[in-house]
């Protein structure tokens, strides 16, 4: 555990001096502050106004943004350092594998994870400060959200890492996945239901497969608790979960399966060639 | 000690280890030599568990890549390359100290005699360091810890005669405690340093000499050397070895460390003609 520990300071350390750092900071806590400058607390959408409108916003680019940025960062410095020599040296010293891997996890999911909320804090403090009221259950579930987006992806991005052997081949395959997942939103769902005439049901389960698509409707969810937006699909997913299971589901599921994708990517790492 | 059996390694389709068998014992100092490609490196990683292979690689029976925090524990490695760390220096002993279990400050007092005061720097990031100090830290690092086998790739390559000279004592200290693997592709580079060579070429050992063992890690040869003219270059030359001049540039006097005599003649051969007088007597530790 102490090892762990160590490897997940080490990454911490290593990535709050890497530009990506800064700019991945810099991005999501100048969204809150555009939000707040372009007075989007006052504005009304669907009857939201204030601090929700705000939060809704927020999620909403923040779900176009965190899954790609998350994705590349991870690859380019995880297979950056391999390719430059960092993993033959470190590995070189008597760290367990697992330590290892798992501690780097760690150490990024703080990483990339706090930024994101920071930002979602910083803006409940401006609210509070100007007596704008919080909408805390909101605060609360789209953290649980985020939290679930980023070791979702995360997870992607080292299973990524350890599979490709080069900065350029993780790049493009994490490039391609975001992309798929992208696609599947509605234009390939959609070409699929057209040419093989599926019944709803299953195309609404391909796209919850889909873990991007699953935090769109759970952002949705919260400001249109019947999903009226997403039509004939809501009753398939309010029928089969319940709106309190959905936002359960929504939280546990891309969670499970970024620990699924980081659980393969560890099994690939420790039985190949390490640097 | 290490033992290293019919362990091959291709890399899609490339053989670049044929067929290794070595045995390695306590105490002995191997160079590791061989053209680019021949095979060094990836023997140095499979010997530290990084490579998996095929055949087997053990240290005392057990091997690097099962038993990885407890062979690793044994072994200090240095990189030729350095590795391009951000994090500050103050970290990266930190870190190597807590997991190979030893004591910072043994890492910071061996950087010192290698003349890298550490106190400056330790809020520095690693890859800032000039390439000396990088090298100067990573042994420190290596030698910082009670390793029984020192796996070092060129270590002296980026280092300046004084650091050289201090490595080389260090090394004699560990001598008879540690059995040492250092790689180069040129063997007039290590030759001095080991009692053994092996040679690598497309992936098989193509030598395996014991060589003479009468040089000492940490012998002394006083040097004096006159020239005909004094010459800006071969005085600047000379100052590097931190000889001192005797009288306005033509008699020069300082001390070569045993195990560089072979570079220091390589760097006094380009001045050949202008040399009228060398002398080189071994005057112990």
């Known amino acids: 555990m102490k090892q762990l520990w160590l490897t997940a300071k080490l990454d911490i350390v290593e990535s709050l001096r890497a530009r990506w750092f800064l700019i991945y900071s810099l991005v999501f806590g100048g969204i809150v502050a555009m939000l707040f400058l372009f007075g989007l607390t006052e504005s009304r959408v669907l009857g939201f106004i204030g601090l929700s409108r705000l939060l809704v916003t927020y999620i909403q680019l923040t779900m176009a943004i965190l899954p790609i940025f998350v994705l590349i960062t991870t690859v380019r410095s995880v297979a950056g350092d391999r390719e430059a020599g960092v993993f033959e040296y470190l590995l070189s010293l008597p760290v367990s594998l697992a330590a290892w891997f798992w501690g780097k996890i760690v150490g990024r999911y703080l990483v990339i994870f706090l930024p994101v909320f920071a930002a979602m804090v910083a803006a409940v403090l401006i609210a509070l400060v100007r007596g704008i009221e919080v909408p805390w259950n909101i605060f609360g579930y789209y953290t649980a959200l985020l939290a679930a987006m980023a070791a979702c992806f995360l997870g992607f991005g080292m299973l990524i890492s350890a599979v490709a052997r080069s900065t350029d081949m993780a790049q493009g395959a994490a490039f391609l996945v975001w992309l798929t997942l992208l696609l599947f939103l509605d234009l390939i769902l959609l070409g699929v239901m057209i040419q093989e005439k599926i019944r709803p049901e299953v195309a609404v389960g391909i796209a919850l497969v889909n873990p991007l698509q699953v935090f769109r409707t759970a952002a949705l969810a919260l400001f249109d608790p019947q999903l009226i937006v997403l039509g004939p699909s809501a009753y398939v997913i309010l029928d089969t979960f319940g709106a309190a299971g959905y936002m359960a589901f929504a939280v546990t599921y891309p969670t499970l399966l970024g620990f699924a994708a980081a659980g393969l990517g560890y099994w690939l790492f420790r039985r190949g060639d390490l640097p | 000690m290490i033992r290293f059996d019919s362990v091959a390694k291709a890399f899609k389709r490339v053989r670049v280890l044929d067929g290794i068998n070595l045995e390695i014992g306590l105490g002995e100092r191997v160079a590791l030599i061989g053209s680019n490609g021949a095979g060094k490196t990836t023997l140095i990683r499979c010997l530290l568990g990084e490579y998996t292979h095929d055949g087997s690689v053990t240290i005392e029976g057990r091997s690097p890549r099962r038993e990885r925090t407890t062979v690793l524990g044994d072994i200090g490695f240095v990189p030729q390359l350095p590795p391009p760390l951000k994090m500050p220096v103050g970290q990266l002993i930190g870190f190597a100290a807590a997991v ?38 990573l042994i420190a690092m290596a030698l910082g810890r009670s390793a029984r086998v020192l796996v070092m790739d060129e270590p002296a390559a980026n280092l300046d005669p004084e650091a050289r000279k201090m490595f080389f004592e260090l090394l004699a200290e560990r001598a008879e405690s540690a059995t040492m693997l250092i790689s180069s592709h040129r063997l007039n580079e290590v030759s001095s340093l080991v009692n053994r060579v092996i040679e690598l070429d497309m992936g098989k050992v193509v030598l395996d000499d014991r060589v003479a063992d009468d040089m000492s890690l940490a012998g002394l040869l006083a040097c004096r050397i006159s020239v005909k003219r004094p010459e800006p270059a071969f005085a600047k030359a000379l100052g590097s070895w931190n000889f001192a001049d005797l009288g306005d540039g033509l008699e020069w006097q300082g001390t070569v460390a045993g195990p560089d005599r072979l570079r220091f003649l390589g760097m006094t051969s380009r001045y050949v003609a202008l040399i009228s007088n060398i002398s080189m007597t071994e005057i112990g530790h």
């Open chain 2, 100 to 137: 190979c279990g030893t004591d910072p400050k043994r890492i910071i007092d061996l950087a010192g005699r290698l003349g890298l005061d550490s106190a400056p720097v330790m809020d520095r990031q690693f890859v800032r360091l000039s390439g000396g100090m990088k090298q100067k830290l």
